[in-house]
């Protein structure tokens, strides 16, 4: 089958969509052409503005063909699709059981909420407290610590002590906290539009603050040296396996293979052009 030839507005109105996400502005609604569920919308501004530019015109593209070939009506099965077969596998030990019921959702399962909620909570601790921003509290809290020892009289031996050690207090105990508090709140709230496959209530959830949570989790924050590259790094694997996701749901034989939760799908090996300078709207 064919793919209809967008119009010569279709594609830059779609980019400006990404652009406007990407500064938290997903609920603007295009003027023409089809309209994309708002949780969709967050997830793609997010990664749109995480990735490689290099890497972003191509990855834009394959999400505009697939949105097209669907006509705007995404399932709520992507959802299920892409937490299973990428933002799990990716995020590793800790996250299997989230990912058997993605699957299962996605296979046409009915889950409880209840059962959502209860491998949500201890997985988003997990991603939270990987996502906190360590190294740079750590260093905070120890540069204060640190100065308040020497005005106090401290040896420089004793002031460095001091302030090692209260950053660590410190800044664990705010992990533990950041990372408890996120999971309680978006366990619940995630397990309740899961349960109900409902995506207006999973749009809600604030899936844009979710994705950057994980790309900051898989990019890691115990150091900064080479955090950016990290995180973008991150983005772009998380970006892809969106938009497979999308190409199955759309049937796209080429490179989703059909929207099947049985069939394992390799990442493919994609050759990509630079869209341009970041500062404007990209045109491919």
Do not use: K
């Not at 996701?245 to 630079?274: K, M, Q, Y």
């Amino acid at each position: 089958m064919s793919r209809p030839a967008p119009s010569a507005e279709a594609l830059p109105r779609f980019l400006a969509r990404l652009d406007a996400a990407a500064s938290g502005r997903w609920e603007e609604r295009p003027a023409q052409g089809p309209d994309l569920p708002d949780w969709l919308v967050q997830l793609a501004g997010a990664l749109w503005d995480g990735q490689d530019p290099d890497a972003a015109g191509e990855w834009a593209r394959r999400m505009y063909d697939a949105c097209a070939r669907l006509d705007g009506r995404v399932p709520f099965g992507v959802v299920h699709d892409w937490h299973a077969r990428t933002v799990a596998p990716l995020l590793g030990e800790g996250q299997e059981d989230v990912r058997a019921l993605h699957l299962r959702a996605l296979a046409g399962e009915s889950v409880a909420e209840d059962a959502w909620a209860a491998v949500l909570e201890p997985a988003l601790r997990d991603v939270h407290r990987r996502a906190y921003p360590y190294a740079d509290a750590f260093a905070t809290a120890a540069a204060n610590a640190r100065a308040w020892a020497r005005t106090n009289d401290y040896g420089e031996t004793e002031a460095e002590e001091f302030a090692d050690g209260y950053a660590r207090l410190n800044t664990g105990a705010n992990v533990t906290s950041c990372a408890d508090a996120n999971a309680l709140v978006h366990a619940r709230a995630s397990a309740a539009a899961f349960a109900a496959g409902d995506a207006v209530a999973y749009a809600a959830c604030y899936p844009f603050a979710a994705v950057n949570a994980y790309a900051l989790a898989l990019a890691g924050q115990d150091t900064a040296d080479g955090r950016e590259e990290r995180h973008r790094a991150a983005c772009g694997r998380l970006a892809d396996g969106l938009a497979e996701s999308l190409e199955r749901a759309a049937g796209e034989p080429e490179r989703g293979r059909g929207f099947d939760p049985g069939i394992a799908v390799p990442a493919p090996s994609i050759t990509v052009e630079s869209p341009g300078d970041r500062g404007a709207v990209r045109s491919l």
